[in-house]
């Protein structure tokens, strides 16, 4: 099957994949492998790595020196900020080499964004329009619209979808309202 005429591969970029959504642009250096998905209107940067596997939804910019491995996820409209990465396997003293079986899934939901040089261990899920701030080390589930810093990754705010800080009220300047659903969950549109 044949990328769609709408797909922008760079001539330096190598895109194996033939499941890459029209009017996503694969810039120089980087690398879709084949059995990878990629959704449309994406932006893949220079020097990302995307693995067999892995699953990217639309609208979706990996920023330059992203890693994507096998089993990890991200939602449409997600942010994936400079050199940040996932990981997928917990026990790195393995005496054998990791089978595919081995490695945890990692689930990045709708509208979130995680800063540059994050990191993100697998088996965690980044909850919808959550967003980690640069440099975090992500070891536990992030809750929705919760904003994480630190290493490890703690929760230091409620933010809305549009990225602003939420007061008590947690109503947002924008006109966005929210409840708790949890402290594990986090929010959900009022």
Known sequence: MALAASVF?????????DD???RTRIWPFAQVMRGARVG??????GHAFIESGAVIG???TVKN????????????????????????????RQARRPRPDDFLPTLVRRGAAIGANATVV?????????????GSVVTRDVPAYALVAGNPAR????????????GKALSCPCGRRYR???????????
């Open 65 to 92: 020196a992203v890693l994507v491995w096998d089993h990890v996820t991200v939602e449409d409209e997600v942010f994936l900020g400079p050199n940040m990465i996932f990981t997928n396997v917990r026990d790195l």
């Open 9 to 17: 591969v760079h001539p330096q970029a190598l895109c194996e994949s």
């Open 155 to 166: 929760r230091r705010a409620w933010v809305c979808a549009c990225g602003t800080r939420l």
């Open 122 to 134: 697998c088996g965690v899920t980044v909850g919808e329009s959550a967003l980690v701030a640069a």
């Open 180 to 190: 708790l659903r949890s402290a594990a969950a986090g929010l959900e549109p009022a």
């Open 40 to 45: 449309a209107d994406c932006n893949i940067c």
């Open 20 to 22: 890459v959504g029209p």
């Open 58 to 60: 639309n609208g979706v």
